[in-house]
């Protein structure tokens, strides 16, 4: 009889704490798991479940304009957002419950509050002091904010999600896929977006093709974009309206700042380097190939690692840590070949190498490219360019990445993903009969190659 009161403590009942808990009890270990704010963690509350309920109203805007080109005529059209905001609360707390349900089925303790790791086998939890076999830290990561005057003024993602009502002026700070995807929310629900970057281009380890395609279709919207730009400072006014100070002394008066610049690993004041367990120098846990920590019996998945910070890539490390602990099959999870996807306006996705990764790996490299308007905008009349990129490896022929700016990019690049997971070979993408007419078959026409760099 184990001399712990669990085989496994989970921190975090996120995406990852969740699957890596649940499998580890289908596997018969005794688990428990601790949440201090709310079970699914960020994606179900403040990310990619929210996050993408408000990018479906917010495109109604362009259906409804696109609309008038095949015929229909309609009223005045005037976004709700407290209603949006109520319907979209009333689904978090649906899927709080259906994650609830599920540990419960599983037979997982949920406990609630702050867990905090006493030694390589004890956590705190309140008044109460647990020990378990394994520990494992999944507790994710927080948005950061700049040490600027005036942040205090700014908010971020989290907030976002519950603002009171529609800003009818907003500031975006950033140039990840947060940033893009707020702007894209907040400017198709009638909101004036302004949005910076600190560099030359924003979207930094997505192909260049992909970024600057990206860049030129947003400029065709109302979305004022500025690269090269950065807040120095923010002044809430006597009328409480904010005034964002950029570094070249510009102002910019805005009704709400968000600011998309980063996460943190959610480490702080867990007890880790208490214990010795090594951390990267933004706070991420160090772990080996099998999400172990430097301590044995300590181990971690998610964005708490800082390795690819997407849900599913935690839920496959958390299956994965479960077969590695309880089922006897140690298993690495495989990072390679993750696709993903930015639900910008247009959206974009990818899977694989970029065009640049691809030319440092291998030798010789073929790129295949295409930029198109959609059947559907021959009627609408929005200027709006698809694009689609394949890289191939010229030795082998094997398909090292797919790119795509359009209408459906994620639901096609997914696809893809099985494929090139598969070694698909140029050769048999060119042998695919194509669906007529979809966007998506040009990736099975593409035949001429874009010519090599100088």
Not at 14 to 40: D, Q
Not at 270 to 279: A, Y
């Amino acid at each position: 009889m184990s001399s712990y009161e669990y085989d496994l403590f989970t921190l975090g009942a996120g995406s990852g704490g969740v699957r890596a808990s649940r499998m580890s009890a289908s596997y018969g270990a005794r688990v428990a798991v601790a949440e201090e704010r709310y079970l699914g963690g960020t994606c179900v509350n403040v990310g990619c479940i929210p996050k993408k309920l408000l990018v479906y109203a917010s495109a109604f805007r362009e259906e409804f304009e696109d609309a008038a080109g095949y015929g229909w005529s309609l009223g005045e059209r005037v976004p709700d957002w407290p209603r949006l905001i109520e319907r979209k609360n009333r689904e978090i707390e649906r899927l709080n419950g259906v994650y609830a349900r599920l540990l419960d089925a599983a037979g997982v303790e949920r406990l609630e509050g702050r867990a905090r790791i006493l030694d390589p086998h004890t956590v705190q939890l309140g008044e109460r002091r647990i020990t378990a076999r394994h520990i494992l830290v999944a507790v994710g990561s927080w948005p950061y904010l700049p040490d600027i005057p005036g942040i205090e003024h700014a908010i971020t993602s989290n907030e976002a999600f519950h603002l009171p009502a529609l800003p009818e002026r907003v500031v975006v700070v950033g140039g990840g896929y947060i940033a893009l995807e707020f702007a894209g929310i907040f400017q198709g629900l009638g909101a004036r977006v302004t949005q910076l970057y600190r560099g030359p281009l924003f979207l930094r380890g997505f192909d260049d093709d992909v970024r600057e395609t990206l860049a030129a279709e947003l400029r065709k919207t109302d979305i004022d974009l500025r690269f090269d730009a950065n807040v120095a400072g923010i002044e809430r006014l006597p009328s409480g309206e904010l005034v964002a100070t950029l570094e070249d002394g510009s102002l910019i008066e805005a009704d709400a700042i968000l600011f998309a610049t980063g996460r943190r690993p959610l480490t702080e004041d867990l007890g880790l380097e208490d214990v010795e367990v090594k951390l990267s120098s933004n706070g991420a846990i160090l772990v080996d190939e099998y999400s172990r920590s430097s301590v044995d019996s300590i181990w971690a998945i998610g964005d708490v690692t800082d390795r690819v910070t997407l849900t599913p890539v935690a839920i496959h490390e958390g299956m994965c840590l479960a077969a590695t602990l309880f089922d006897g099959r140690p298993t690495a999870p495989v990072h390679e070949n993750v696709a993903s996807a930015v639900f910008s306006q247009p959206p974009l996705a990818a899977v694989g190498l970029t065009e640049g990764e691809a030319r440092e790996r291998y030798r010789e490299v073929d790129v295949y490219r295409t930029r198109f308007r959609e059947l559907k905008h021959t009627l609408s009349g929005r200027d709006q360019q698809t694009m689609m990129k394949l890289v191939v490896d010229r030795r082998s022929d094997r398909v090292l990445g797919a790119h795509m700016v359009g209408a459906h990019a994620a639901e096609i690049i997914q696809g893809l993903a099985i494929a090139l997971k598969c070694g698909a070979t140029k050769a048999q993408f060119d042998a695919t009969i194509g669906i007529h007419p979809t966007s998506a078959e040009e990736f099975v026409t593409l035949r001429e190659k874009v010519p090599d760099p100088d």
